[in-house]
Nanobody, 123 residues
Framework: QVQLVESGGGLVRAGDSLRLSCAAS????????MGWFRQAPGKEREFVAG???????YYGDSVKGRFTIFRDNAKNTVYLQMNSLKPEDTAIYYC?????????????????WGQGTQVTVSS
């Protein structure tokens, strides 16, 4: 069992940066594939970024070049650095973990979820 706790959300202006953190419990964090998803009101949950246990990263098309995902296995934490934020990035951001190396883009491919953190970008 893994517990995930997100932090770092908030209200920012367009063009600003924000860093989200996801702290995971458990001693096997380094073996998990980790992902970030987001969900805006009235929309489906959307894949944002993922990082394999090897460190390989994957991004959704809407955030490529602006967002960076990275992990610190010594701290059991995965981060999402978000630059050049846009109003359309406004959503609840969720951290997710899976007990397998691949990084699926569908939410159903993940075993554990955090409670989410709100990110609001004003224009």
């Amino acid at each position: 069992q893994v517990q995930l706790v997100e932090s770092g959300g908030g209200l920012v202006r367009a063009g600003d940066s924000l860093r989200l953190s996801c702290a995971a419990s458990g001693r096997t964090f380094s073996t998990y594939g980790m992902g970030w998803f987001r969900q805006a009101p009235g929309k489906e949950r959307e894949f944002v970024a993922g990082v394999r246990r090897s460190g390989s990263t994957y991004y959704g098309d809407s955030v490529k070049g602006r967002f960076t995902i990275f992990r610190d296995n010594a701290k059991n934490t995965v981060y999402l650095q978000m630059n050049s934020l846009k109003p359309e990035d406004t959503a609840i951001y969720y951290c997710a973990a899976r007990e397998a190396p691949m990084i699926p883009t569908a939410p159903g491919g993940y075993d554990f979820w955090g409670q989410g953190t709100q990110v609001t970008v004003s224009s």
